[in-house]
C-alpha cells in the first residue's frame, strides 16, 4: 500500500493528480463536505458561546468508512482540499473525522492542478490555517442563525415554506426595489435629429449633439433645414488608444459568459470546476487579478511567437477589493501554449473565452485615430457632428474585447472611416429626419448583473455568488424568463428632395431576455423584512459583516465575538414579531367594488400565489381568479382584475366535451376530458379561438403518443417512456434509468421491476451526532 495518502475534495482531481505522483501516492477524494450542521435547533448550543455540533452527512458515511480503511495503511496523510474557506474548513473536518495526529498529517494547497504546481505544494506542506476555519464556521452558524429563526417568523405572519437568508434576501431586495422603480418610471419625450450625406458616392451619417423637448421644436429646425446649404466647418483628427481588461476574476468571468455566451451563473461555475479539475485553468472562485510570475513568461513567450514582439505589453493588475487576495491568481490557463480543453463544446468555449481575455491583459494597447466632424448648416447657429474611428494598431484587439451590460453603451471599436473630407466641402442632403424618442427606465438585472451588483457593494464573495443566484429561484421569489415586448406609437418627421413630411409609425418597446422578474411574495416578504428586520437586509450592514468574516480569516477578530454582537440585537427583532398580527402584513389590497355583485374585490396571496377575490372572507360565494405573469398584487387595478374573471371561458365542443380556456397555477392553459394542455406564449387564454384550441389538443396527443414506448397489464402504474434523453422507465412519480445495452422496446415487466429495485433509495440510518470541538482561536498558520 502506497506510504502516502492524498485527500482532495472531487474524484475528477484526484484522478488528474494522481497521474503526475509516483506509486508512492493514492490519491482519493472527499466528494466535498463530510460533516455539516444537523436540521434542527441543537445544531447550535447558543448559551455556549454559539459551539455548533457537526455530524457526518447521511450521504458520506461510506466515504468516511473507506477514507477510514486507507488513513490506517498511510504513513502521511496530505489534506488537498481547495485554497480557501470552505476548502480549510473540509480539512479540518476531515482531521476530526478521521482522527487525524498532528505528526503525520500536512495540509497542502494549489490553485492549478498541474504536476509543477503539485510538486511545490508537496514541498511546502503547512498546517491548518485555523484563522480560515474559523471564518467559514462564523459564516455558517451566522446564516444558519438567521435562516432558522427568520424563517419560521414567515411561516407564521405570511406563509408557509418560505425562507429567509442574510445574502439572499438582499439579492431579492435589489430585484424588487428595481422592479418598483421600473413600475413608477415615467418617460419623457424628445425627438433626436440625424442626417444623411452623399459625399462623392459614399455616405456619411451625422446628428445634432441637442435633442428637442417638444415636436413643434424639432419641426421648425427640420423645415428651416429646407432651406439650408450645409458644409464641413471643422475637422479634428486626434490619435487615440484602448487598454485591455484585467483577467478574470469569479464576478467578471460571470459576467462576460453571460454577455458572449449565454451562459447561466450556474453553468459558468460547473464548466470552469470541470476545467479547473482537469488541469486546464486556474482556481476559479478568486477575486484577485493577479498573475504569476511564471504566467507571465508563458503569456509574453505566446504572444511573442503568435503575434510579434510588439504585440507584447507587461501589466500587472490590482484588485480594488478590500479583501481581495492578490497572493492568489486571477483565472487563467495553466499553459498559455493549449489551446485545446477537450472534446465538449461548452467547456471549450468557455476556456477560449478565459484564454482570450487572460493573454489580451498581457497585449500592447490598441492605436486608434479618431476623427471628429463639424457641419455648419447656413441658416441656424446649430452644427450636425460625425465621427469615425479607424484603428492603426491592432494591438490587444486582434485577440479580444471585453462586453457591456449596456446595450447603448456598447463599445463599437472600429466605426470605420469616413468618406474624405476637407474644411468648406460642401455636403449634399440625402435626407433628416426628427424621431419622437422615449427615455428608458432602468433595466432589470440579468443573473451577470446582478452579480455586479453584489460585488460592487461588497455582498457576498467569490464562492457565493452562484449559490445566492440558484437559491433565489429555487425558492420561487425570482423567476428568470424572457417576455415580449408591447406595441408603441412614436412620430418620424423627414425633408429631403424639397419636401416635409410626417408620419405615425410603431415600435416594439420593453422586450426581455433572460432577466430576472421579482414574483408577488418576494415583494410581500421583503417589505415584511425590510420593515421589521432592516439590519439584516440592509446593504451596508450585509457588506460590513463580509469584511468581519474577512478579518476573523486574518485573525484580526475572535468569531464568537461577532456572532454575539449580531445576535443579541436580532434575537430580540425575532421575539417582538410574535406581536404581529397576519392580518398586519401587506400581503392584500381591496381594489374596489364589482359592478355586477356589489361585492368588494380584493388582491391577496393564496395557497397557490396570487389571485383576485369577488367577496370578503366570510362571503360563502366569493369567487377566485389567478393573477396573469407581470401582475403584481400592489399595482392590479380594479379594471385588471375584473378582466381576470372572464376566465374560466367556455369556447365550445370538441367530441362533445367542452373546451374550456383558464389560468392555473403553471400558466395559461386548455381543459378537455380532463386534460390539460399548455397555450404557451403564443395565445391568450382571452382570445384563443376554438379551432386553435383544438389543433392544441391533437398536437398534445400525437406527442404523448410518440412519448409512450410501452406499459404493462401487471401494474398499470409503470410505464416506458421516451424522454429529452432518451428511453426511462416511469414508476408513479419516480423515474428510473434504462441501461445502454438494453432496447427499451423489449423490456419485460421482469426486466423493469429489477431495474427499479436495483436503483430504488437505500433506507438510510440515522446520522450519528458528533461534538464538534472548537478551532484554536489564535493559530497562525505557516504560509
Known amino acids: 500500500m502506497p506510504k502516502n495518502l492524498v485527500i482532495v475534495e472531487s474524484p475528477a482531481k484526484a484522478k488528474t493528480i494522481e497521474g ?54 498511510a504513513d502521511t496523510v496530505y489534506l488537498a482540499s481547495d485554497d480557501d474557506r470552505e476548502g480549510e474548513a473540509i480539512s479540518w473536518h476531515l482531521k476530526e473525522v478521521l482522527k487525524l495526529k498532528d505528526e503525520n498529517t500536512k495540509r497542502i494547497v494549489f490553485r492549478e492542478i498541474t504536476k509543477s504546481a503539485i510538486t511545490k505544494a508537496l514541498e511546502s506542506p503547512r498546517s491548518i490555517d485555523y484563522d480560515l476555519v474559523n471564518a467559514q464556521q462564523a459564516r455558517r452558524i451566522l446564516d444558519r442563525l438567521v435562516g432558522f429563526e427568520l424563517s419560521p417568523v414567515l411561516w407564521k405572519k405570511i406563509k408557509a415554506g418560505l425562507s429567509a437568508g442574510r445574502v439572499q434576501s438582499v439579492a431579492v431586495r435589489f430585484i424588487v426595489d428595481r422592479e418598483r422603480e421600473i413600475d413608477k418610471f415615467k418617460p419623457t419625450v424628445s425627438f433626436k435629429i440625424t442626417a444623411l450625406f452623399d459625399v462623392e458616392g459614399k455616405t456619411l451619417q451625422a446628428e445634432l449633439p441637442k435633442k428637442f423637448q417638444s415636436k413643434e421644436e424639432a419641426e421648425e429646425f427640420l423645415k428651416k433645414c429646407l432651406e439650408a446649404d450645409f458644409s464641413i466647418k471643422s475637422l479634428e483628427t486626434k490619435p487615440a488608444k484602448k487598454s485591455p481588461a484585467p483577467p478574470f476574476t469569479t464576478s467578471t468571468l460571470q459576467q462576460e459568459a453571460s454577455r458572449k455566451l449565454y451562459f447561466s451563473v450556474a453553468q459558468t461555475m460547473n464548466i470552469a470546476q470541470k476545467l479547473y479539475e482537469s488541469g486546464k485553468i486556474t482556481y476559479m472562485r478568486t477575486d484577485s487579478l493577479n498573475l504569476s510570475d511564471d504566467a507571465l513568461k508563458d503569456a509574453e513567450k505566446e504572444i511573442k511567437s503568435a503575434y510579434g514582439d510588439e504585440y507584447h505589453k507587461k501589466r500587472k493588475f490590482k484588485s480594488k477589493s478590500e479583501g481581495a487576495q492578490e497572493a492568489h491568481e486571477a483565472i487563467r490557463p495553466t499553459s498559455f501554449a493549449e489551446h485545446d480543453a477537450g472534446k465538449d463544446r461548452n467547456e471549450q468555449r468557455l476556456y477560449e473565452l478565459i484564454w482570450k481575455r487572460s493573454i489580451a491583459s498581457q497585449m500592447a494597447d490598441a492605436q486608434l485615430e479618431k476623427t471628429n466632424v463639424s457641419i455648419a448648416i447656413s441658416n441656424v447657429d446649430q452644427t450636425l457632428s460625425a465621427s469615425g474611428e479607424v484603428i492603426k494598431f491592432q494591438g490587444f484587439l486582434k485577440v479580444y474585447l471585453e462586453s457591456t451590460d449596456d446595450e447603448e453603451e456598447e463599445e463599437t471599436t472600429g466605426k470605420g472611416l469616413l468618406p474624405p473630407l476637407t474644411v468648406g466641402q460642401v455636403l449634399q442632403l440625402i435626407e433628416m429626419k426628427g424621431r419622437q424618442s422615449f427615455t428608458r427606465p432602468p433595466a432589470r438585472y440579468t443573473e451577470a448583473s446582478l452579480v455586479k451588483k453584489l460585488e460592487e457593494m461588497g455582498i457576498g464573495r467569490p464562492s457565493t455568488y452562484a449559490p445566492t443566484i440558484s437559491t433565489v429561484q429555487k425558492r420561487n421569489y425570482v423567476v428568470k424568463e424572457s417576455r415580449d415586448g408591447v406595441q408603441r406609437k412614436y412620430i418620424e418627421m423627414t425633408i429631403g428632395d424639397g419636401q416635409f413630411k410626417e408620419a405615425e409609425k410603431t415600435e416594439t418597446t420593453g422586450t426581455e431576455k433572460n432577466k430576472l422578474f421579482p414574483t408577488n411574495i418576494a415583494m410581500v416578504v421583503n417589505d415584511f423584512l425590510v420593515e421589521h428586520f432592516p439590519n439584516v437586509i440592509d446593504f451596508s450592514f450585509t457588506a460590513k459583516v463580509e469584511k468581519e468574516f474577512d478579518h476573523i480569516a ?152 410518440k412519448k409512450h414506448i410501452k406499459s404493462f397489464d401487471e401494474n398499470p402504474e409503470i410505464q416506458v417512456l421516451n424522454g429529452r434523453w432518451g428511453p426511462y422507465i416511469k414508476m408513479g412519480k419516480s423515474n428510473f434509468k434504462i441501461p445502454k445495452d438494453k432496447e427499451a422496446e423489449s423490456l419485460t415487466y421482469e426486466e423493469v421491476m429489477k431495474l427499479i429495485e436495483t436503483q430504488g433509495d437505500a433506507k438510510k440510518a440515522k446520522p450519528k451526532k458528533t461534538a464538534a470541538k472548537k478551532a484554536p482561536a489564535k493559530k497562525k498558520a505557516k504560509k
Open 20 to 73: 503526475y505522483l509516483g506509486k508512492d501516492f493514492k490519491v482519493t477524494s472527499s466528494y466535498g463536505h463530510v460533516r455539516d450542521l444537523p436540521k434542527g435547533e441543537n445544531a447550535i448550543d447558543i448559551k455556549n458561546k454559539f459551539q455548533p455540533t457537526y455530524e457526518v452527512t447521511s450521504d458520506k458515511k461510506e466515504v468516511i468508512k473507506e477514507l477510514k480503511k486507507l488513513v490506517k495503511g
Open 554 to 705: 486574518q485573525g484580526d477578530q475572535p468569531w464568537e465575538e461577532m456572532i454575539q454582537n449580531f445576535y443579541g440585537n436580532f434575537h430580540s427583532k425575532v421575539e417582538l414579531t410574535e406581536n404581529i398580527k397576519r392580518t398586519d402584513v401587506n400581503s392584500s389590497k381591496e381594489l374596489g367594488i364589482d359592478p355586477k355583485s356589489g361585492k368588494v374585490v380584493i388582491a391577496r396571496l393564496g395557497k397557490f400565489g396570487p389571485l383576485v377575490q369577488i367577496g370578503d372572507a366570510e362571503d360563502e360565494d366569493k369567487r377566485f381568479a389567478s393573477l396573469r405573469k407581470g401582475q403584481f398584487i400592489e399595482s392590479i387595478t380594479l379594471e385588471d382584475a375584473l378582466e381576470l374573471f372572464k376566465l374560466p371561458r367556455d369556447l365550445g365542443t370538441f367530441e362533445d366535451k367542452k373546451v374550456v380556456a383558464a389560468i392555473g397555477r403553471f400558466g395559461p392553459y386548455i381543459r378537455h376530458d380532463s386534460k390539460f394542455v399548455s397555450l404557451g406564449k403564443e395565445y391568450d387564454p382571452l382570445s384563443v379561438t376554438l379551432d386553435e384550441a383544438i389543433q392544441l389538443i391533437k398536437d398534445k396527443r400525437e406527442a404523448d403518443a
